[in-house]
T-cell receptor, first 110, second 113 residues
Framework: EDQVTQSPEALRLQEGESSSLNCSYT??????LFWYRQDPGKGPEFLFT???AGEEKEKERLKATLTKKESFLHITAPKPEDSATYLC???????????FGRGTSLIVHP | GAGVSQSPRYKVTKRGQDVALRCDPI?????LYWYRQALGQGPEFLTY????????KSGLPNDRFSAERPEGSISTLTIQRTEQRDSAMYRC???????????FGDGTRLSIL
């Protein structure tokens, strides 16, 4: 069974304090790994797709990386507006059904 | 608007009633997914369509749940004889094809009294 585990469950940072969120996965044949941001009361908003180990994607203060077992979402010098829940999802094998992790709730204090 | 639209945003109904939740995907998106999301959890897959064809319904909890997308655009998730355990946030997402990132609606909050 495909498994996606995100850590930590919750993270509090001071503004400007860089950190990383982890998404580890156990799947057969990764098709793609997706990162989403979810604000309270809203649906998840797409951030990045990664397809193969070694791939990296960047957007403003966010950078996503991928290895054969896990992905990291690095947040550099975060701002309070980066506060949200970050979700990771994987598609694997012959399936186009994404399996989501439980998310990491990030709070950035001014 | 160009995003995924779900209606109603909130639905409160009595146990035993049938409910229909609607999803209007982004125009031109082939794939449409239905999820259920509990508080503090990621979305849990229910079913998905490519065009009008239901590709997988393995996530539907039981035969009270059904979904359709008759013209390959708008989709309806129907729950018959609702039970309190059906209370949840139901989310719809669409994507250009089924191996591309999904765009989510803001969901329907269903409460069964």
């Amino acid at each position: 069974e495909d498994q996606v585990t995100q850590s930590p469950e919750a993270l509090r940072l001071q503004e400007g304090e860089s950190s990383s969120l982890n998404c580890s996965y156990t799947v057969s044949g990764l098709r793609g790994l997706f990162w989403y941001r979810q604000d309270p009361g809203k649906g998840p908003e797409f951030l990045f797709t990664l397809y193969s180990a070694g791939e990296e994607k960047e957007k403003e203060r966010l950078k996503a990386t991928l290895t054969k077992k896990e992905s990291f979402l690095h947040i550099t010098a975060p701002k309070p507006e980066d506060s949200a829940t970050y979700l990771c999802a994987v598609q694997a094998g012959g399936s186009y059904i994404p399996t989501f992790g439980r998310g990491t709730s990030l709070i950035v204090h001014p | 608007g160009a995003g995924v639209s779900q209606s109603p945003r909130y639905k409160v109904t009595k146990r035993g009633q049938d409910v229909a939740l609607r999803c209007d995907p982004i125009s031109g998106h082939v794939s449409l997914y239905w999820y259920r999301q509990a508080l503090g959890q990621g979305p849990e897959f229910l079913t998905y369509f490519n065009y009008e064809a239901q590709q997988d319904k393995s996530g539907l909890p039981n035969d009270r749940f059904s979904a359709e997308r008759p013209e390959g655009s708008i989709s309806t998730l129907t729950i018959q004889r609702t039970e309190q355990r059906d209370s949840a946030m139901y989310r719809c997402a669409s994507s250009p094809t089924d191996n591309q990132p999904q765009h989510f609606g803001d969901g329907t909050r269903l409460s069964i009294l």
